[in-house]
């Protein structure tokens, strides 16, 4: 109720005379009091409202900020988890390409046993691998990086070492083909000439200068073929003899590199999140190498004994 309608209560009040006015001051004062307490009370609650409001949209606007901010933390983190994968993903590509690639430069030094394999495609297959191998100096952690530069800097000095042993074994077999082929070229001049007797034999050629003149050439070739095939005995027993300690060298020092190699394929393992207890991996290859040692110990010991 507004104070016009109360002054209009009033003026109705004074119509009707003194006692009216007398019970209407009383109305007025009640009314007056009572109305004063309303308000007040009205006030207090449209506040109350209004700070309920006020705080309803703080609560919302801290929620909405939070509801923001858990977003983008969580945006963030499938961010650097793809982050994490992709470089995981490469690593895992590297890594496998350098690992093969490791294994094919340790069997070179078995490969050198191989006399027929020339220099240039030792050269040629250890540069296109090295080059894989290297890739693991940009992506690799500490551990795997300095146990795969160790590993390659023992197989450099151990090819180092065996090239220059081999060459001695290469020149001496290009020698041995050089007197194989003369050899072969006597025995083709031996042939030839005792092809032409057969002919003059039929042709019932009587000429004794003729005759004499091709045993001659014949007794010369084969001399010549008898002095080649000494020379070649004599080379190859040089040869087999060291070719045979050489293969022994290759492959100690093939099982010696070996060894290495379980601290770098771990170190691998490691980064890569491929568990495997190294006790148990030490025992798998250890065992390996024992029995590839034995087995090829008795395959030398059969040769050995077979050229003896």
Not at 149 to 172: I, P, W
Not at 222 to 251: A, K, P, S
Request: glycine share 6%.
């Amino acid at each position: 109720m507004g104070y016009s309608e109360i002054e209009k209560l009033i003026s109705m009040f004074g119509g009707f005379g003194v006692g009216a006015i007398f019970g209407g001051g009383i109305v007025y004062l009640f009314i007056k009091s009572y109305l004063s307490s309303y308000l007040s009370e009205k006030a207090k609650n449209l506040a109350s409202k209004e700070d309920i409001a006020l705080i309803t949209d703080k609560v919302e606007s801290v929620r909405s900020d939070y509801n923001h901010l858990l977003e983008e933390v969580k945006s963030n983190h499938q961010l650097k988890f793809a982050a994490v994968e992709r470089e995981k993903n490469t690593k895992k590509e590297v890594y496998m390409e350098a690992v093969e690639s490791i294994t094919r430069t340790l069997n070179m030094i078995t490969g050198f046993c191989s006399l027929n394999l020339s220099e240039e495609q030792i050269v040629s297959n250890m540069r296109s691998d090295a080059g894989k191998i290297a890739k693991i100096q940009v992506v690799g952690g500490k551990a795997t990086v300095k146990a795969v530069t160790k590993f390659m800097a023992e197989v450099g000095k151990a090819l180092l070492d065996l090239m220059l042993k081999r060459s001695q074994l290469v020149l001496r077999i290009n020698s041995i083909h050089q007197y194989e082929s003369l050899r072969d070229k006597a025995q083709q001049e031996i042939d030839r000439y005792i092809s032409i007797m057969k002919n003059l034999n039929l042709q019932a050629n009587t000429d004794q200068y003729l005759w004499d003149t091709l045993n001659r050439n014949i007794e010369f070739e084969q001399g010549q073929y008898d002095t080649h095939q000494v020379r070649l005995d004599e080379l190859w027993g040089i040869q087999n003899m060291e070719h045979l300690e050489f293969t022994r060298e290759c492959m100690d020092r093939f099982f010696e590199i070996s060894m290495l190699l379980p601290s770098a394929v771990l170190a691998i393992r490691n980064e890569l999140d491929l568990d495997i207890e190294s006790e148990d991996y030490l025992d798998i290859y250890n065992k390996n190498i024992a029995e590839g040692k034995q087995i090829f110990g008795e395959f030398l010991h059969r040769l050995a004994k077979n050229n003896g």
